[in-house]
């Protein structure tokens, strides 16, 4: 046994997750609670579990998987070792005197030898693979996951173009053979066979495809997975102003998806069997034969790539107004009453005939190019037809060169042959929105996310939540500046009020202070850490915000009060209520918590959003709370009942900055900031800012 008490085990687990060791860089992201709950998961110190304890624990640490043996290798260190009587420690270097030294709990040990039944396994980081940083290269590592689904549909299709030519050789047969002779023993034996093809044939294609669906299942669940991720954790600065044009660039993974697979078969299987049924009529037909089909094939193809780039063009065109068109329906829904009280109506429907129209017309114009594409391969593939017909009768009647049979077979392989030529304008268009497609979900790729350039974000202890603002600008574009401020300190405990007049930046100040935006120049510290250096999950664990319109999702009121929570029961949701005064909205819905809220939460009040809002942050309890007008829709009596309640329940470690233009919130606070576009002109006791701002001859007084 390596240890003779689980204390022992756990001493060093937590040693190694929490001191500065060799492995470091790879704990730096876990913070004391997830050291606490790791360390309590050890529930055994034989040698085999704490084996299987370490090893699956490093693996996520990103380590590849550890195997143990009672050899150490000085030329693969460092290397985890447990020693008898001593316990865990990490060997990191190989002297020239034959010893190793070890870094333990308990400091540095040099050993000249190891005690028997050591165990060691060696440390190798894994191979760390390139960032999904554009979304190319996600289409291309999603379907890549696929190949082996993509590989059998190939494969069956393989098989059936292969099937069908038992079609062409059956009827070149009995023309040839049965036909000539009379020999219906050779042709009941050929019917069976080729009965046989064609069944297989159905059956080959009934399975590609179930592959080819569950295959585009698996792809869709990934793209929209991993697309709807990179959405969540951009930036709330870097977000595209335009809603509509954003949502219909995270749907059109689907366009991309469906020229994968398309294109795929197309490329590989489709025009390569073209190919293989030209010469299949070389050999049956001879060269003259053979020229024929090549030559229409060649001209199809040119036709096809004359129309490409018109289609493509009338695609990207159709896309964005498609875009449009949705921006306009999501900007209508949501201020359909203000567009009713201002008759704005007729404005609306007129921007939406006009994008309709032109969507139509882009509409028309792809599906103009499309048949044009379509009728030109058609015409060339009855055209090839009637020439193999023609120059095939030709060689049978002047010189016998081809027989009947034979010509027979070159007919039907002539229309296989052009077949897939036929979808090259279907294939344009998805290739053409599927380009615009990957350029928009590009642009979604590009934007800023919460940690951007910091690839091991921090999850640290805190030993307080100061917050310190320094040098600190703020410009939603190059050439604006909205906000200017040299330097805050706001203390852990601190009740803070912001006032300021309408554009000074009081919101933009508290959503950098939160951690949704980043200062275009500066730095914000959280005890002294960088914000930005701050996993974002971990902001969220120590924050509340509260913005100044707040929006309900779809679900239960339960839901909307425990949302982002785990592990809240009933009994807290109510003692929240109790406080905060929303038990009286539960008790008189006739569901209570399980009354249905519809979308942005329109069947209850702009007050009772906010007091629902509230209420979830009263359970949440977290260490910083950020209030951006909390009260801005409640009438006077709620307003103070939730005055005083946050008064008194705020805890004395307890952060608070609040927005406000209403001086009755300034009850809660024993700060204010006075904040003006050029920085803070006031930052007092509330006593002393008040005093200031009543002066009579304060020009401040006007803020």
């Known amino acids: 046994m390596i240890y003779s ?26 913070n004391s609670k997830k050291i606490q709950m790791i360390v309590e998961n050890l529930t055994s110190y034989e040698n085999k579990y704490l084996e299987m304890f370490y090893s699956e624990l490093l693996n996520n640490l990103d380590f590849e998987n550890l195997n143990f043996s009672k050899k150490i290798s000085k030329q693969f260190l460092p290397t985890l070792a447990f020693v008898p009587e001593i316990g865990m420690v990490l060997v990191y270097e190989y002297s020239k005197d034959g010893s190793f030294k070890a870094q333990y709990k308990d400091g540095i040990k040099v050993f000249d030898s190891f005690p028997k039944n050591t165990k060691f396994a060696n440390l190798r980081k894994k191979k760390k693979e390139e960032k999904k940083s554009s979304a190319i290269k996600m289409f291309k590592k999603v379907a890549y996951e696929q190949k082996r689904l993509l590989v059998y549909a190939a494969a069956a299709t393989f098989s059936v173009n292969t ?26 034996v050929l019917t069976i066979g080729v009965f046989i093809a064609i069944f297989l044939e159905m059956i080959i294609k009934f399975s590609r495809s179930v592959l080819l669906d569950y295959a585009t299942k698996k792809m869709d669940i990934e793209y929209s997975n991993d697309i709807f991720e ?28 469906a020229f994968i697979t398309s294109a795929a078969m197309f ?4 025009i390569p069997f073209s190919i293989i049924f030209m010469i299949a009529i070389f050999f049956i037909g001879g060269f003259a034969m053979g020229l024929v089909p090549i030559g229409f094939l060649i001209i199809s193809l040119i036709v096809g790539f004359i129309f490409r780039d018109k289609i493509e063009l009338a695609s990207k065109n159709s896309s964005m107004a498609s875009y449009k068109k949705m921006g306009l329906m999501v900007e209508t829904v949501e201020n359909s009453e203000n567009i009713k009280a201002t008759g704005a109506g007729f404005n ?4 939406w005939n006009k994008l309709t129209q032109e969507a139509v017309d882009d509409d028309i114009e792809i599906r ?24 095939g009768a030709y060689l049978v009647a002047e010189n016998g060169t081809i027989t009947m049979g034979a010509l027979i077979a070159m007919t039907i392989l002539s229309g296989r042959i052009l077949q897939p030529i036929a979808q090259l304008p279907n294939q344009f268009v998805q290739w053409g929105k599927a380009k615009l497609s990957i350029k928009d979900l590009n642009s979604i790729y590009k934007l800023a996310s919460d940690n951007e350039g910091v690839s091991r974000p921090l999850s640290p202890y805190l030993d307080s939540t100061d917050i310190k603002c320094k040098d600190i600008s703020f410009g939603y574009s190059e050439n604006s500046n909205i906000l200017t401020l040299s330097e805050l300190n706001i203390k852990q405990g601190e009740k803070v009020a912001i ?3 309408i554009g000074s930046g009081k919101s933009t100040l508290l959503k950098i202070i939160a951690g949704l935006y980043k200062p275009t120049k500066g730095f914000v510290y959280l005890d002294g850490i960088d914000m930005q250096l701050i996993k974002r999950d971990f902001l969220t664990e120590n924050m509340s915000y509260l913005p100044q319109s707040t929006k309900l999702f779809a679900g239960t009121l339960r839901d909307n009060l425990i949302f982002g929570m785990i592990g809240i029961g009933d009994e807290q949701i109510i003692e929240a209520a109790k406080l905060s005064g929303l038990i009286g909205l539960i008790n008189a819905l006739p569901n209570g918590l399980d009354t249905v809220v519809p979308e942005g939460g329109e069947s209850v009040s702009g007050g009772q959003k906010q007091l629902i809002a509230l209420t979830r942050m009263i359970v949440a309890n977290k260490k910083i709370i950020l209030l951006d007008e909390p009260t801005a829709s409640m009438d006077e009596g709620t307003e103070k009942q939730i005055i005083t309640m946050l008064k008194n329940r705020m805890d004395s470690n307890q952060t608070m900055i609040v927005v406000t233009h209403k001086p009755i919130v300034l009850n809660m606070v024993d700060r204010i900031i006075v904040l003006t576009p050029n920085g803070i002109a006031i930052d007092d006791t509330k006593e002393e800012v008040l005093n200031k701002l009543s002066a009579p001859k304060n020009i401040v007084a006007k803020v």
């Open 5 to 30: 008490d689980l204390n022992l085990a756990k001493d060093d687990l937590n040693w190694l997750l929490s001191s500065n060791t060799i492995l470091s860089d790879s704990t730096t992201t876990l």
């Open 163 to 188: 099937l069908a030519l038992g079609t062409s050789l059956y009827t070149m047969q009995v023309y040839d053979r049965v036909v000539p002779t009379g020999a219906i023993s050779t042709l009941v």
């Open 230 to 257: 990179r959405f969540l954790q951009i930036r709330c600065d870097a977000l595209p102003k335009s809603i509509g044009t954003l949502t219909g660039q995270l749907q059109s993974y689907s366009s991309v998806r």
């Open 267 to 270: 490329v590989f299987i489709d």
């Open 348 to 351: 609306i429907l007129n921007n």
């Open 368 to 391: 103009h190019y499309t048949d044009m594409s379509s009728y030109i391969t058609a015409f060339l593939q009855q055209l090839s037809y009637i020439m193999i017909v023609s120059l």
């Open 499 to 501: 006032l300021g007049a």
